[in-house]
Nanobody, 119 residues
């Protein structure tokens, strides 16, 4: 079974920084894409950033402030969040996509970590 464990969330003042980490423990699964998504109460879960090889994608709202990176050997993804704003407050989820041993595409989620930005 695939397990994604997130850490690094917390409470920070506007303008501050946080670094989220996601470590994937995999068995019979090859990850090709990792990403971060966030969801605030009453809102849908939206993509924040994702990385596939050397390619990265960011939501317009975080461009220039957030940076996603990945340690491929450890199947670990990071999200460096700078210049945080109150509107960044949400539960942040790690996501991993890839192929299982049957060559079937699968999608896995972490448990989520709370990020709260005070004004």
């Amino acid at each position: 079974q695939v397990q994604l464990v997130e850490s690094g969330g917390g409470l920070v003042q506007a303008g501050g920084s946080l670094r989220l980490s996601c470590t994937a423990s995999v068995s019979g699964f090859v990850i090709d894409t990792m990403g971060w998504y966030r969801q605030a109460p009453g809102k849908q879960r939206d993509m924040v950033a994702r990385i596939n090889g050397g390619n990265t994608n960011y939501a317009d709202s975080v461009k220039g402030r957030f940076t996603i990176s990945r340690d491929n050997a450890k199947n670990t993804a990071y999200l460096q969040m700078n210049s945080l704003k109150p509107e960044d407050t949400a539960v942040y989820y790690c996501n991993a996509k890839g192929l299982d041993s049957f060559r079937t595409r699968r999608n896995y989620w972490g448990q989520g970590t709370q990020v709260t930005v005070s004004s």
